[in-house]
């Protein structure tokens, strides 16, 4: 290329050039010549040098001159030892070389035969002098200023912060602080070095939001370059074009630290405001750079989306990088759904409600996509970490009971992950629309929550990107979790639970102001017409239930099975249905809304009465216009008017009678089963029967686990009370304790195992496997009874199973979890022992009591306790087992109620004690018996009580035993065959007991 026309790439020192030509098939052609005949001063390389004097004005007077534009060129000589071409450079037909010269910032070269050029080169060179212009002047403060003072590595973090601070502190606050600078190389795309004259420094600058190919690639094994990466020349010419020897301005958006190698020093994240446009959007649009996560989210939230379109067109055009790009195959499961938000369960996890097309709703449970929220108390740590309580109540107060649009983006370990909106329609800048308000978004505004930081082919949410740039305008304004002088205490009161103590909760009632309305949070659905409240004045939590309606009992829900072909299912089957429905749908209306709520009176189990409404949250009590949640119910056929409300009278109540004529009339609900009508004064029979029961130490039960022939665990049927011998257990206990494992079953999973750290008597979680193979291994809670080396043997405290399972498999359990009472009941059969299971009549025996009770209804009386504490006598209070790890066993009298149909009543049931003694299969303890007489010896246990309560009744049924084993022992029945079994083993004990 000895002459021709070229484009001025870079001008490297004022007599210096670097020319570009026209690019045919490869990269286009380089020179770079020396201005030939004439010498200007030498600038510095390197912090080892000094720039001559003048060598920078010189620079730069030929780099605004000349940078950038076509001009032609023709080469006198190349001097191949130091690979340097001199010659003549022309603009628009002027000779470069003398205007350098006329301007006075160059000397002339001495030559022998001068020609016409040469003169006129020295006329100019004199003329110049005599005007004293550029190195020719006699100002002695631009002879001061002719050297710069060179910074050659600018601390960028520094810096960067320093104009952070300072445009923070001005009004311009809302924008990136400007500066100008040259960019004197570039190393590729996105990455240069620049000169800063207000300082005067060089720095290494970096293009925010993108990286681009890189030209020089270390090896993995040293630091020698590689070949470039695809893309990587195209896409540094692409910005030498447009940038290099540019002086403009950029917009500073902060700073990243060098690595502490020799020549890393760190690099200015920045924009570029070119005249001609965006060059980080040009890049990416030209398919020559790709977005940086890490770096996008400094830029202002305009920038983003129109960055993340750009890259999605170049994509969509395979240009530049994304040549072998293909799309990822569409998620399965992908799908758009509306529904209603019925439940949060965190901060970042919701259930949803949607409708299912044949009836009813599909609840499914979804995370926000690419978000990290703070962490509630759970499995794995007792107490909530800092604003976890916040972030889930800003979700609640937001979604719950609204109607949201889920769009699934991608699947992770089984759990959904979307991005939920609500609210009406948005624009997004550009015109795009959005379907409402994206409630990750806001908590990341908030600072309530924080981004996932993704991997490059991880899949992310759609707004991942502003989410990105509204999580840095929150650490800007230290929001929230961004805030460092936030600490780790939870500051929150702890809540009164008035739930599991009767008396407490009859004290608070005493207190409460009767005609007053209060606002309460439904913290949980126990069914249609019974709830668990948190009252925020009081910083309590009560249980809570209708007092003018009555739902069908949920409790003895046992929906009919095996019928046969037109069989037709038992009325309380079939009102089970609706009982269930009734939950749901104080669920979906109910579950976590506040309420105003309106006390009448409390029942001797510490529920509290009253009223509910439900209410405009933002109001601060009720307005006149709500409506008794009561008539929603039975509007729908879902309960039915209390009798004694009825016999009260009054404006509700005539308005509640004429819904649920309605109801009737058009068998909506409950009313369409045969027989609804008398079922809620049946209930309230057996709620007065089941009254004296409890007074006199009978309850209704149901085996769960049968360990030998009178041994075995048992569960409360029925809604659980606050007081009395098994407080704190029952059928809605349980189902609390299951649905809360249930939906901590991920996070148990994923917790840290107890190996090292579990002690015997620890409350854990343990997987137990379902034998049915139905559902599989579910979490329960247990108890652990011994260590065997990497085993713990241990039982489920709320079904009595026993297992041994490695330690590595068990799991904290939250303090909400342990905190309440172990469902499963030891009992034993009052008065009598059953032959151990390896021996020749243990198994037929247990065998007995499985066919007699097992999976039947049954009622037992209590006569002991292995606790004292425990036995159901008027001066004497429960110990709560829940507190102890010991297991507290009950002596009892085991009734199997009839399934014919007579009366479920005591006197009506099968005595299986009896039934047992009867037929040879177990037989009286003579300890037990010598205990109730009064014979027990010093030191003994006092196992059974003698007073009135109890004790009379005690020896009424020891009497039945005795009479029903003579009759067993005179037919040589099973254990009888050969004559009497003896009481050795009676003996031993009481030995034992003695010493």
């Given amino acids: 290329m000895a002459s021709g026309n070229a484009i001025v790439k870079n001008v490297l020192s004022g007599d210096t050039l670097l020319l570009v030509g026209k690019s045919v098939n490869g990269p286009p052609p380089e020179i770079t010549i020396t201005l030939s005949n004439i010498q200007t001063p030498k600038l510095a390389r390197g912090p080892q040098q000094t720039d001559e004097p003048f060598a920078w004005g010189a620079r730069e007077f030929l780099r605004k001159f000349i940078i950038g534009k076509q001009v032609s060129f023709k080469v006198s000589s190349t001097v191949s030892s130091i690979n340097r071409s001199f010659g003549d450079v022309y603009l628009n037909g002027e000779n470069v070389n003398k205007a350098i010269i006329a301007a006075g910032w160059g000397t002339v070269k001495d030559q022998k035969d001068s020609d016409a050029d040469h003169e006129e080169l020295v006329n100019l ?41 300072q445009a923070n502190r001005s009004k311009s606050s809302s924008t990136a602080p400007s500066v100008r600078v040259i960019f004197e190389h570039v190393r590729d795309g996105a990455s240069f070095r620049c000169f800063i004259p207000s300082i005067p420094g060089y720095a290494s600058v970096s293009l925010a939001g993108i990286v681009c190919p890189r030209v020089n690639v270390p090896k993995s094994d040293s630091d020698t370059p590689s070949a470039p990466e695809p893309f990587a020349l195209q896409a540094r010419h692409f910005s030498e074009l447009r940038l290099l020897n540019r002086e403009v301005d950029i917009s500073v958006h902060g700073a990243a630290a060098g690595s502490g190698k020799a020549g890393s020093e760190g690099s200015l994240l920045v924009t570029v405001a070119h005249p001609k446009g965006n060059i980080t959007l040009e890049l990416v649009k030209a398919g020559l750079g790709k977005i940086a996560d890490w ?47 019925i439940e949060v369960i965190s901060g970042d996890t919701i259930i949803v409600a949607e409708r299912n097309p044949e009836g009813g709703f599909i609840e499914t449970r979804v995370s926000f996509s690419s978000i990290k929220v703070p962490r509630l108390a759970s499995s794995r740590t007792s107490t909530s970490e800092p604003f976890a309580v916040e972030c889930k109540e800003f979700v609640r107060s937001r979604l719950i009971g609204k109607q949201v649009l889920v769009a699934v983006e991608y699947i992770r370990d089984k759990k959904i992950y979307a991005s939920v909106y609500y609210g009406k329609a948005t624009r997004q800048p550009g015109g795009s629309s959005r379907p409402g308000n994206l409630i990750s978004e806001q908590l990341i505004a908030e600072g309530l929550a924080q981004t996932v930081k993704h991997r490059a082919d991880e899949p992310r949410a759609e707004a991942y990107d502003t989410m990105l740039v509204d999580e840095a305008e929150a650490q800007k304004k230290k929001k929230g979790l961004h805030n460092p002088t936030t600490t780790n205490e939870n500051t929150s009161r702890p809540i009164n639970d008035l739930t599991t103590d009767g008396k407490k909760a009859k004290s608070f009632f005493n207190i409460i102001q009767k005609d007053k309305t209060y606002r ?22 009560i249980l809570f239930a209708l007092s003018q309606v009555r739902c069908p009992n949920l409790s003895k829900a046992q929906p009919a099975a095996n019928l046969e072909e037109g069989e037709v299912p038992p009325t309380e089957d079939l009102l089970s249905v609706w009982a269930e429905t009734a939950k749901k749908f104080s669920r979906l209306n109910l579950l976590q809304r506040l309420v105003d709520i309106e006390f009448t009176d409390i029942d001797r189990n510490g529920v509290m009465l009253g009223k509910l409404f439900v209410t405009n949250e933002k109001t601060p009590s009720r307005s006149g216009r709500a409506t008794s949640y009561a008539i929603d119910l039975v509007t729908e056929g879902l309960a039915s008017v209390d009798k004694y409300a009825t016999n009260r009278g009054g404006q509700e109540i005539e308005v509640l009678v004429a819904a649920q004529k309605k109801a ?74 299951e649905s809360l494992l249930a939906s901590n079953a991920d996070d148990l999973a994923s917790s840290p195992s107890l190996v090292g750290n579990v002690k015997r008597g620890n409350i854990v979680a343990a997987l137990y496997d379902n034998p049915s193979g139905e559902e599989g291994s579910v979490w329960l809670r247990a108890r652990v009874e011994e260590l065997a080396g990497t085993n713990a043997k241990i039982i489920f405290i709320d079904y009595g199973h026993r297992a041994e399972v490695p330690i590595s498999t068990l799991r904290t359990l939250s303090q909400d979890l342990t905190s309440f009472q172990n469902q499963a009941i030891d009992c034993s059969l009052a008065f009598l022992r059953a032959p151990a299971l390896g021996t020749e009549h243990g198994v037929p025996a247990a065998r007995a009591l499985n066919t007699l009770a097992w999976d039947k209804e049954c009622m037992m009386k209590v006569l002991s306790s292995s606790d ?23 002596a009892v009298v085991l009734f199997a109620l009839p399934t014919n149909g007579e009366e479920l009543d005591i006197d009506n049931a099968l005595n299986v004690n009896e039934k047992l003694v009867r037929n040879g299969f177990v037989r009286i303890s003579a300890t037990s018996a010598r205990r109730l007489r009064g014979g027990r010896r010093r030191g003994q246990p006092h196992i059974y009580e003698t007073d009135h309560s109890t004790g009379s009744v005690a020896a009424d049924a020891l009497a039945v035993l005795e009479t029903a084993q003579s009759q067993a022992h005179s037919e040589h029945l099973r254990i009888w065959a050969y004559g009497d079994p003896g009481d050795s083993d009676d003996e031993l004990e009481e030995k034992r007991a003695a010493a």
């Fill in 125 to 165: 060179y004199n003329q110049a002098k005599s005007a004293k212009l550029g190195i020719h002047t006699d100002v002695a403060a631009k002879k001061r200023e002719a050297i710069r003072q060179i910074n050659w590595s600018v601390d960028v973090v520094e810096y960067a912060t320093s104009l952070l601070n």
């Fill in 295 to 341: 770096t996008l989210a400094l830029l202002p939230r305009e920038t983003v989306i129109s960055l993340r379109a750009a890259e999605n067109e170049a994509k969509s055009q395979r240009r530049g990088v994304w040549y072998s790009f293909t799309p990822p195959p569409p998620l399965s499961d992908s799908r758009v759904f509306e529904g209603r938000v």
């Fill in 520 to 541: 309460a949070m439904v913290e949980y659905v126990f069914s249609g017409s019974r709830f668990k409240l948190t009252i925020p004045s009081e910083n309590a939590t």
């Fill in 664 to 737: 009737q009339e058009s068998t909506a609900g409950l009313w369409s089963v045969p027989g609804a009508l008398d079922q809620p004064e049946n209930e309230k029979a057996e709620e007065e029967t089941d009254k004296q029961s409890s007074d006199s130490g009978v309850v209704r039960v149901k085996l769960t686990e049968i360990y030998t022939g009178s041994t075995f665990a048992v569960h409360v049927n029925g809604i659980a009370s606050t007081d009395g011998m098994f407080a704190g257990r029952g059928s809605d206990i349980l189902s609390q304790i």
């Fill in 868 to 890: 004292a504490n425990a036995v159901p006598t008027k001066s004497r209070s429960q110990k709560s087992a829940s507190n102890s790890s010991q297991t507290v066993r009950y």
